[in-house]
């Protein structure tokens, strides 16, 4: 993750000497925080890897020359195959933005809707069991 981190760090200095350079020569407030925004941004990212990396992980496989792509490899996790709450937040957030157009009542339809997508998507299946290991034996017993 040191590769991302200078990389990212790259795009914070960069965004922050636009910003500095933007605000000095163009004396409009609204790019400027804009660019330092993105530039806030992009050291959050930077800061997030860095630390990853001296936290001691060790090296990912990403990292390596030699590794295979086997290395790479494991559980993706459980996606639902037929879940109706995707299509009810996609409902929610459509009214939510036609609510800012036309009214605060369809905003708050739309913002219901919204909250009982997420809270289905959230609360769909139980939590997963915490001794459950994809490479867990799990036949027989002698």
């Not at 959050?44 to 790479?72: C, K, N, T, Y």
């Not at 909250?115 to 998507?121: A, Q």
Request: glycine share 12%.
């Amino acid at each position: 993750m040191r590769t991302e981190a200078r990389l990212f760090t790259g795009v914070a200095l960069f965004f922050a000497v636009t910003a500095a350079g933007y605000g000095w020569w163009s004396a409009e407030p609204a790019g400027s925080a804009a660019l330092a925004v993105a530039a806030v941004m992009a050291a959050l990212v930077a800061f997030f890897l860095r630390v990853r990396h001296r936290r001691g992980d060790g090296p990912r496989a990403e990292d390596r020359p030699d590794a295979e792509v086997i290395d790479a490899a494991g559980p993706v996790g459980f996606f639902s195959p037929h879940s109706p709450w995707p299509i009810v937040v996609a409902l929610g957030a459509a009214v939510l933005a036609l609510g800012v157009v036309y009214g605060l009542w369809l905003a708050l339809l739309g913002f219901g809707v919204l909250g009982c997508g997420v809270l289905g998507m959230v609360f769909q299946y139980p939590a997963p069991d915490p001794d459950w290991s994809p490479d867990r034996d799990w036949g027989p017993r002698p």
